[in-house]
């Protein structure tokens, strides 16, 4: 992004932020010496710390504010109360002369400002003439931004300009979460009032966002269409297999059969299978999903690895030859199955492949591993990490040795220990001296004298 864009005067219409931006700055140039905005003279008035120099600009000539209604409407938020009258009187008058060019234009910089304190106004003149205006709605349905989109969908749905199809294809189209939740729910209402719909349902079950989904999936139920549930069993959104199965068992079937059934041919099994199956497996199946573990794919690896931890059967000896997977995904779940059992791992075997010659993904797997061990190996560990090649690295072993200090616990390390001492000596920089000397006292180490109080000469 360019680092003088909040500088530059914003064409009409332009992103809010970049508006905001402009005028944030000329009232801090105000204050002091710098580098003017590279604004025109009315736009520097317009946003000018001084709220007479703010008010006499709003008194411009009608063609000279056209082209910056973005600070008029800025203004009308003013902190100042003759300023944001004067605003305002500016503002109803564009409104009144071209109503469509100015709610269009202004309503994603309204809808920021009616965050602030005198931000209430505008928003409540924009909704009232974009009430029931199908138009000019549908055209803000379209913007770029999403919390006008949002806007828009709220004041659509109150006035129930829309049927259950239209509500569908805007929530399966939308991609800000809450909008589309808005959307969503508007279309189950719907259904649930007027009837099932199968072109709605259609739509539901093709949507971008996975509440949209489930909500499709849900619908089928309602829809007579029940046993198309099982072919949602392994979408890539766990909300929307959790729906479907739901809805399978509400039509008096069994998913655990459904979900096993695409396993039987490995060649063609995908990640997804696996974990839909897992998530309706019992522990006896842990077995399909240990003859996974060799598969060619790596993230079918990683499902069956994760799968085997959700069925709680995690066999140490089984995953620990995995750490060395070459896909990353695969040594993150081994790190996370094996959290609780760390203590069984040999610390040497961990050590060594944290050595700089390993894979980055093995390395921070197996750092993982160490510092669950607790004790002095995970320290130590840590300590030669700070100072790592690798920048993710060097960050969470900073992170971890800091989280090894509470004041409501004794860290979990072996007391008056010589190792811990020089382990702790060389990370001084993640803490405080008030923290390190509690830190050294309660593990029954030499504590440095703090320094003297007093003044400096």
Known sequence: MDTDAHTRLPSPGGPAAEWIAFDHTVRQT??????????????????HANGRIREA?????TPLLSPLLEFVAIRCADWVRPVREQARRVLATALADDPAGTLLRLTPLVVRLALREQGAWALERFEDLLNGDHELLAALRGSPDPQTRRLAARLTLDAGLLDARELA???????????????TDATLAALAADGPDDEAV?????????????????????????????????????????????????????????????????????????TGFAECARREDAPVLRALLEHPTGQVRAAAVA????????????????LDDPAPAVAREVARSLGASADRLPADWLLARIAPGQPSHTRRAAYRLLFARGGVAGLRASVELLTDRDPALRMIAAQRV???????????????????GALLDRCTHLFSDYVMRQMRRR????????????YAY
């Open 30 to 47: 105000s204050y002091r010496s710098g580098p003017a905005p590279l604004g025109t003279p009315e736009a520097v008035r317009l946003c």
């Open 57 to 61: 600009a709003l008194r411009a000539p």
């Open 169 to 183: 294809a805007l929530a399966a189209a939308e991609q800000h979460p809450p909008t589309s939740g808005l959307w």
């Open 202 to 274: 259609d739509t539901l079950l093709g949507g971008h966002g996975p509440m949209v989904r489930a909500a499709g999936v849900t619908a089928l139920r309602g829809a007579g269409r029940t046993a198309e549930a099982a072919d949602h069993l392994f979408d890539r959104s766990g909300m929307v297999r959790a729906c479907a199965r739901w809805s399978v068992r509400q039509g008096g079937g069994d998913p655990r059969p459904l979900c096993r059934r695409p396993l039987a041919d490995p060649a063609r099994v995908t990640s997804y299978q696996v």
């Open 307 to 322: 799968g085997l931890r959700l069925l709680d059967v995690t066999d140490v000896e089984l995953l620990r030859p995995l």
């Open 402 to 420: 800091q989280s090894m200090w509470s004041p409501y616990r004794v860290p979990d390390l072996p007391a008056r220990d010589p190792e811990v």
């Open 443 to 454: 593990l029954g180490l030499p504590v440095a004298a703090a320094p003297a109080e007093g």
